[in-house]
């Protein structure tokens, strides 16, 4: 893949606390289904949810990985999460050090 970076994605997923947000950072990394997870511990959502607006404290994950994992990256997170529709998303990246980008490419292969 070369210097190439848009088959390495970072997907973000908010967790209702730290305890979720290690649960599920254990499983992608432990699985390498993700090469790194880093877990911002409060970050402050504001959202609609069933017709109310909603804020509330929760935990960010950051995820490491490579396009051809997320879609079994997104089943695991799913069956560890506890919200009925978690936020997954996925951004390729659009630039990174060439030896970090190499890095997760092996940790998920």
């Not at 804020?55 to 089943?75: H, N």
Request: charged share 25%.
């Amino acid at each position: 893949m070369g210097t190439d970076s848009r088959d390495i994605w970072v997907v973000m997923v908010t967790a209702p606390n730290q305890e979720e947000a290690d649960k599920i950072a254990d499983l992608a990394v432990g699985s390498h289904q993700a090469a790194c997870a880093t877990t911002i511990p409060l970050v402050h959502s504001t959202y609609w949810w069933e017709g109310k607006l909603v804020k509330e404290q929760e935990t960010m994950v950051l995820l490491k990985t490579t396009a051809d994992k997320f879609q079994t990256l997104q089943e695991t997170i799913k069956k560890a999460h506890s919200y009925k529709v978690p936020e997954i998303i996925a951004v390729p990246v659009m630039a990174g050090l060439p030896q970090y980008l190499e890095w997760v490419r092996k940790e998920t292969s």
